[in-house]
């Protein structure tokens, strides 16, 4: 089992949609949780962390589920500027700074 | 802003050369790393650093090897550059452990 995981997609959704992704972990120990954005053949770009009781950013929100170890990302009125790759990243804990990614979803939004 | 800096965007080298891919952060972070990303195999570790001349492995160090003299400074060398190392390469750094990563623009390496 990969150490974190999440559905590369694609999403096809229509500007306006809703659409929220998941992204499950492994280790029960794990630390922090974050979001990242990567436009095509450029870097990963920060989204934003996910905290324990959950948060919000404009029309992003981001969950942890501690128990059934999973992370996700919802977006509201999806724009076309939205289309990219979202990548989730974990860090697995244990004293290490080690920052495991998924290999990330694609979302393409269309008019 | 956290800048991240990488020496080179594009690098063409052949088959057994030594490469140096260079990395710099301006913003006194202590960890600094170094991933490749290929299609569908999404971002691997390779080597990760958390103070001047520590280095731990990531998950696919083979064939690499990091160098941290400064903090601001990490270097990833590829002893003898295979054509298996035709990748994105990737650096990042963080302020402490458990916080977000930065990354530099990526550099494409080919090796022919």
């Known amino acids: 089992r990969k150490e974190v995981e999440q559905d590369p997609g694609p999403f096809n959704v229509p500007e306006g949609a809703t659409v929220a992704f998941n992204c499950t972990y492994s280790n029960s120990a794990s630390q922090s949780f974050f979001w990242y954005r990567q436009d095509c053949r450029k870097e990963p770009k920060l989204l934003m962390s996910v905290y324990s009781s959950g948060n919000e950013d404009g029309r992003f929100t981001a969950q942890l589920n501690r128990a059934s170890q999973y992370i996700s990302l919802l977006i509201r009125d999806s724009k076309l500027s939205d289309s990219a790759t979202y990548l989730c990243?974990?860090?697995?804990?244990?004293?290490?700074?080690?920052?495991?990614f998924g290999t990330g979803t694609r979302l393409q939004v269309t008019l | 802003d956290v800048k991240v800096t990488q020496s080179s965007r594009y690098l063409v080298k052949r088959t057994g050369e030594k490469v140096f891919l260079e990395c710099v952060q301006d913003?006194?972070?202590?960890?600094m790393f170094w991933y490749r990303q290929d299609p569908g195999l999404g971002l691997r570790l390779i080597y990760f650093s958390y103070d001047v001349k520590m280095k731990e492995k990531g998950d696919i160090p083979e064939g690499y090897s990091v160098s941290r003299e400064k903090k601001e400074r990490f270097s990833l060398i590829l002893e003898s550059a295979s054509t298996n190392q035709t990748s994105m390469y990737l650096c990042?750094?963080?302020?402490?452990?458990?916080?977000?990563?930065?990354f530099g623009q990526g550099t494409r390496l080919t090796v022919v």
């Open positions: 990042a750094s963080s302020l402490y452990a458990y916080t977000e990563a930065f």
């Open positions: 913003m006194d972070h202590e960890n």
């Open positions: 990243a974990v860090n697995m804990g244990g004293g290490a700074s080690k920052l495991t």
